[in-house]
């Protein structure tokens, strides 16, 4: 499990945009539950003036500091709009004069998870994973949360975590934080693991029975242990065969919280993001927390 002690526990990159007022609003949850302070960051891109050639500022210019400050303002007042009569956690703000990306990264060194909305102010029609997003699933040092907003109603209290289970280290680091996750949030956890990432159709020399036999295997022993440290969460184990992420965007349907990790079975140390993380953290309606392996 990520480190809970980190300075900056709950850490929300905001922009003024209503994505980024849903991940205020989710990030502000999760702060609460987890009783951790929530800081509330804007990064600033430096500006670049055209003489001297590629020259930048060296200080932020004054109308970037009035919008940064009004964006600032506004994640505030959305965060504290979203806890009705609850207590809000410790909140701080920071605004970085530094390109978005890197400043966010180097950030999430000091943090329990980094929350941010699937769509920014600079995104185009339905592009739902932006550079930003893209860039924090890649590199974050902890674990990230994309919150889409618009989409759907909220889901009740009751509905439980999905998470994507498929053996790989990152898999297991998302595990550990999944089954925290329903055991705070008091509900029940969906395991989720697709045994072939093709149809089921006779392949020479294959057995599809004892494929699905290993899977369902794997996915015992993957619980196993976790399923005695949280006696409290119960877990409904679901079995599929073809295309992971299909069959992760129709389950999230019935899941308030997706958890998948970063690189799946068929990923290598130069693939950070898998095929599958990326494309549950595009679609899904309901937040989704990418985790990357945890490094010893």
Do not use: N
């Not at 898999?171 to 045994?195: I, M, P």
């Amino acid at each position: 499990m990520p480190d809970m002690t980190k300075e900056f526990g709950v850490l929300v990159c905001v922009d003024g945009s209503p994505a980024s007022d849903a991940a205020v609003a989710w990030g502000a949850r999760e702060a609460i539950m987890r009783k951790l302070p929530i800081t509330l960051m804007h990064a600033v891109a430096p500006v670049v003036v055209g003489w001297p050639e590629g020259r930048l500022y060296d200080d932020m210019p004054e109308w970037q500091l009035d919008d940064a400050q009004h964006v600032i303002d506004q994640a505030r007042k959305a965060l504290i709009a979203g806890l009705g009569a609850a207590e809000p956690p410790e909140i701080g703000t920071e605004v970085v004069y530094s390109g978005v990306v890197p400043a966010l990264i180097e950030a999430s060194r000091d943090a329990f998870v980094i929350v941010a909305g699937s769509q920014g102010m600079g995104a185009v029609g339905r592009l739902l994973l932006g550079s930003v997003i893209a860039g924090l699933v890649h590199y974050a040092h902890c674990p990230v949360a994309v919150i889409h907003s618009g989409e759907t109603a909220a889901p009740g209290p009751d509905v439980p975590v999905l998470l994507g289970v498929d053996g790989s280290p990152a898999s297991e680091a998302a595990t550990a934080l999944a089954f925290d996750e329903a055991s705070r949030r008091g509900v029940g956890l969906r395991a989720l693991h697709v045994w072939s990432d093709v149809g089921v159709f006779p392949i020479l020399g294959m057995d599809w029975r004892d494929r699905e036999r290993e899977g369902r295997e794997i996915l015992a022993e993957r619980l196993a242990g976790w399923q005695e440290r949280y006696p409290d969460v119960q877990v409904e184990r679901l079995l599929f065969c073809d295309k992971p992420s299909r069959w992760l965007l129709q389950e999230s349907e019935r899941a308030q919280l997706v958890v998948v990790g970063s690189r799946g079975r068929g990923g290598f140390p130069g693939m950070l993001l898998g095929s599958v993380s990326s494309a549950v953290a595009q679609s899904a309606k309901v937040p989704v927390i990418v985790v990357r392996e945890e490094k010893r």
